[in-house]
């Protein structure tokens, strides 16, 4: 619960968290539409 707080914290900030092999990466900006999409998926 902890780390998905604190992706969608970063998500609110406008990135994209992706973790790869227990590690989070920064993926890429996402536009305020991708957001949306976003978090009507999540």
Not at 14 to 40: A, H
């Amino acid at each position: 619960m902890k780390k998905d707080k604190w992706r969608l914290t970063k998500i609110n900030q406008g990135f994209e968290m992706t973790r790869i092999s227990g590690q989070e990466i920064e993926c890429r900006k996402l536009s305020w539409f991708e957001k949306i999409i976003y978090w009507r998926k999540y």
